[in-house]
């Protein structure tokens, strides 16, 4: 946490750093108010109860008082040289009156067990170093999607959005990527390497053995994306955004429907037929996208051992691409 707050401090008075205590009782709080107390024009200490990680980013946006909101969590890092540069380009776009409703930067996967790391960046989607709309924007492949590391709205856009993270939630960071997508109208992409992302922890969310015990989370986060917007509607004003949605929610199903079958379970299995119960009642023309049209077919057509096997060995695969395990 000293290390994530310390790399944030580097951007000095142009930088507010809202620190929120969720309840913590591992020093945490002591921790907060420490640098609020040496730091008083850069931090800010916020003490609550537990409501989980989504509940810390709500309160962040209720309180912040800048420009841009960025989330960092305390166990990872930004690099001091790309978060000065970013802070550059946010100086110089206010002083042309050119601010842009999302900025988009690269972010690490470094990975704790052998000091490899896996950089995402999104040259080949969108223009560099130019404000541009979602007409400009290629599609995304395979497992890209825009991951929370990688963006950083403006406060408006977050708060005309009406974003309100559900509680005690694992895998809400999905949710921040997607729900404030329609409001976000321009973007800069700058090809920095600006956040650090630390993986390979046995106890991490995209663990297997983790994330097999919060499928019940998985589905609630799917389902709530998949509630968000009609993107059939969308489609008739921003095609390319509409696009791009529809590739984020059959990527999020794979994980759902990875979730549900990589520890086998009756009870697992019910869940997810429900989950495409209730995708289908909301929107069926969503519901034939992401069955039969997407990825997820994989699960729909093999008999469940083979769909099984298949879809846990190419969760692992990638993985194994992306330096997480």
Known sequence: MRKCIDSLLSGGEEVEIIIVDDGSTDGTGAIADEYASRYPAICRAVHQENGGHGEGVNQGVRLARGLYYKVVDSDDWVDEGALSELLATVR?????????????????????????????????????????????????????????????????????????????????????????????????????????YYIGRVDQSVNIASFSKRTDQQNRVMLIMAEAYDLRELKKREPRLAKYMLHTLACLMIITITFSVAVPSKEKYAALREVWAKIKEKDKWLYGKLRYRHYPALHTYFPRPIGRAIIVSGYKATCRKVKLG
């Not at 924007?137 to 406060?155: C, D, Q, T």
């Open 92 to 196: 110089r776009h206010r002083e042309e009156n050119a601010l842009p409703d999302m900025y988009i930067t690269n972010f690490i996967y470094d990975r704790i067990s052998d000091g490899q790391s896996f950089t995402r960046r999104y040259v080949k989607n969108m223009p560099v170093g130019e404000t541009f709309g979602w007409d400009r924007v290629k599609p995304f492949r395979g497992s890209s999607v825009l991951l929370m590391h990688a963006l950083m709205y403006s406060v408006r856009v977050l708060r005309e959005c009406g974003l309100e993270l559900p509680k005690h939630t694992f895998y809400v960071d999905n949710i921040f990527a997607y729900v404030p997508l329609p409001y976000v109208k321009t973007m800069y992409y700058l090809d920095i390497d600006l956040y650090h």
